[in-house]
């Protein structure tokens, strides 16, 4: 049935039909989230959501409109503090959405002036990053992880890989002791998933502070250096949130992204009859399955009326990325079009800065466990697997595989941990990161 029929219904759990909004959380809109995004298209352009409990806003499903959102940044501002519900009392403080839609002082919430000098120090910075380097570094980290699991003749490509890699890969190109990388991890995921989030913030917080710290102390050729040293002269607290949002917007995402991209390429036989195998499903999960679905909060800077809807100034809009990118006007036009111009990145002065490594990144992880392991397959029904809840994000819990086990090839010792038996006078740092465990010990072997 199409969703924009008058005989359009809510689809199985949601109240919308009793309430007036559509909810963008709970198990069902998990499982099945374009089932709501159609259903929300009956109502036009946008529709009355809510994001948590208590938590209203105005959700783009139009592709066309959400271009129109995001470019005009005069009718539009992404200040959070002009949030009107928010000022007025109406949102519960304990809301799980809070965390990230609140206002920080970073590139994501600032307008105008402020917003490009942010803005110029992120660009500039992530411009120098080596590509070389990156696709190095991804190829040593996805090869250490494959090796751990290698043998098994399984793994949960979640937990084992697409959650591992960009943790290691975050620590290397922004300097980051793997200690405080654990903890960036944690407190992003937490954010993003709404469980515990105000504590999941000051976590996330909390451990870039220490590594703004420790880079001020011991500057190096990486992200946080190069950031600290460009000539915005960011003080310590726009550190610690530039370099918080770079690590939310990359982190997460990238670990959906790359999860999403492998369960595109198991459970679509197509891809592996066609070229540029990889490519096409990276850019394919783009489209159909991004992993942060739903964001880009926006307020009316004056009332107004935007896609024959009226709004107060401070109303929250929010883009759905995944209802546009999927709109039924738009797939004549994806077909005709540039398979990359989908809205997964956003678009407009707040576009991601990062898509560019985050790609790169994502193809270099399938490229190498695809090829290390060609006869990869699903371990378990498709409709057996389970989706992480909320608006924010969309990522798999797990994904059980199974393969062909790889020859064993004896004990694989963490890089940098000498073999039993042997007696390898190594550097102080090499000791003392030893003593921490394989992650700080894989990070100190992947920088030298």
């Not at 678009?347 to 006869?375: F, M, W, Y």
Request: net charge negative.
């Amino acid at each position: 049935m199409d969703a924009n029929t008058p005989d359009a219904v809510p689809p199985p759990g949601c109240p919308a039909h009793a309430a007036g909004r559509i909810p963008l959380y709970g198990p069902d809109f998990a499982a099945d989230p374009h089932a709501y995004y159609n259903y929300a298209r009956r109502y036009g352009p946008t529709a009355p959501v809510e994001l948590a409990p208590g938590v209203e806003a105005t959700l783009v499903t139009d592709y066309a409109t959400a271009l129109r959102l995001l470019q005009d940044n005069g009718a539009f501002r992404k200040d959070a503090r002009r949030w009107r519900a928010f000022n007025e009392g109406l949102i519960p403080p304990d809301s799980p959405v809070v965390p990230l839609l609140a206002y920080r002082p970073n590139a994501m919430f600032s307008d105008g002036a402020e917003h490009l000098r942010l803005r110029q120090a992120i660009t500039d910075t992530m411009a120098r990053v080596d590509t070389r380097r990156l696709s190095r570094s991804t190829e040593q980290i996805s090869a250490y992880l494959i090796s751990q699991f290698g043998s098994r003749g399984s793994a949960d490509l979640m937990a084992d890989y697409a959650r591992q890699l960009p943790l290691f890969v975050f620590n290397e190109l922004f300097g980051c002791p793997a200690d405080i990388g654990d903890r960036i991890l944690f407190g992003i995921s937490g954010m993003f998933d709404g469980i515990n989030a105000e504590r999941a913030a000051e976590v996330l917080f909390g451990a870039v502070g220490e590594l703004v710290a420790l880079k001020r102390s011991r500057p190096g050729d990486d992200v946080t250096s190069w950031l600290m040293q460009h000539e915005a002269d960011l003080a310590d607290e726009e550190m610690v949130y530039q370099l918080s949002l770079l690590l939310g917007a990359g982190a997460d995402p990238l670990r959906n992204l790359i999860g999403n991209t492998l369960h595109r390429i198991l459970t679509h036989d197509e891809y592996a009859h066609q070229g540029g195998l990889i490519d096409e499903a990276m850019e394919d999960t783009l489209w159909e399955n991004p992993p942060v679905p739903n964001l880009a909060p926006h307020y009316p800077a004056t009332d107004m009326e935007f896609a024959g809807q009226k709004f107060q100034a401070g109303d929250l809009i929010m883009v759905s990325f995944a209802a546009a990118n999927n709109s039924p006007a738009l797939t004549a036009a994806r077909q005709s079009g540039s398979n990359r111009s989908h809205l997964a990145w956003s678009a407009g002065p707040h576009a991601c800065p990062s898509k560019d490594p985050a790609r790169q990144i994502t193809v270099a992880a399938v490229e190498n466990l695809l090829n290390r392991l060609p006869d990869i397959e699903l371990a378990v029904p498709e409709n057996s697997l389970t989706w992480r809840p909320g608006p924010f994000t969309r990522g798999l819990t797990a994904l059980p595989a199974r393969f062909t086990p790889l020859a064993p090839v004896g004990r694989v010792h963490a890089p940098g941990q000498a073999p039993a038996g042997e007696r390898t006078e190594q550097p102080s740092a090499v000791r003392k990161s030893e003593a921490t465990g394989r992650w700080s010990q894989f990070l100190n072997w992947l920088m030298r």
